[in-house]
């Protein structure tokens, strides 16, 4: 009984992983490698990066200068599966954008960095395409008064992984 619910359990963990490489495939987005972290070069970022032209507002966590390149590192508190999440992608590839346009340096590809595992995603121009797209919908969407904010809730904005590319966060 019990080895049947396993292989049932392990059954469903498949289908769902099959899945969500399926969506990231279909976007092009890249799936991420874990990686070690090695803490000792993370730098605090202590204000906000901002471009006027983008309207665009965001502080990663960290940044890892090395060998020319500045890396974003995003620390999430939450546990991770085997993949990360598309909105965390999206966000760390906010923060790629802001580096490379603020710094004049293309970010390779940035990390993300969960309790259990750290992800180095390779921020390709597929990616940066994808993000510019969202944040041009998102003001379109928001010019044309269409899926107006939901909520009042700052800390709900706070745990939201589209906070950096989105014009109605509140905070
Ligand atoms: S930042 Fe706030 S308003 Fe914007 S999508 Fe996230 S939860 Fe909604």
């Known amino acids: 009984m019990l080895l049947t619910l396993a292989l049932a359990l392990f059954l469903v963990a498949l289908v769902l992983l099959g899945l969500a490489k399926h969506q990231q495939r279909r976007l092009g987005l890249p799936g991420g490698r874990v990686i070690y972290a090695d803490r000792r070069l993370w730098g605090k970022v202590e204000k906000p990066l901002y471009d006027p032209e983008l309207g665009l507002v965001g502080r990663p966590d960290y ?8 890396i974003p590192v995003e620390v999430k ?6 993949a990360p999440y598309e909105a965390h992608i999206f966000q760390l590839a906010a923060y790629c954008l802001l580096v490379h346009r603020l710094y004049g340096r293309r970010p390779p590809y940035g990390i993300l960095h969960y309790p259990d595992r750290t992800f180095a995603i390779d921020y390709t121009p597929t990616l940066e395409a994808e993000t510019l797209r969202l944040l041009k919908a998102m003001r379109r969407q928001q010019g044309q008064g269409e899926y107006p904010r939901s909520h009042q809730s700052p800390a709900r904005c706070l745990r939201c992984g589209y906070r950096p590319i989105c014009d109605q966060r509140l905070l």
């Not at 508190?77 to 085997?82: K, L």
């Open 77 to 82: 508190s939450s546990r991770v599966g085997a």
């Open 63 to 70: 940044l890892i200068s090395q060998g020319g390149a500045l």
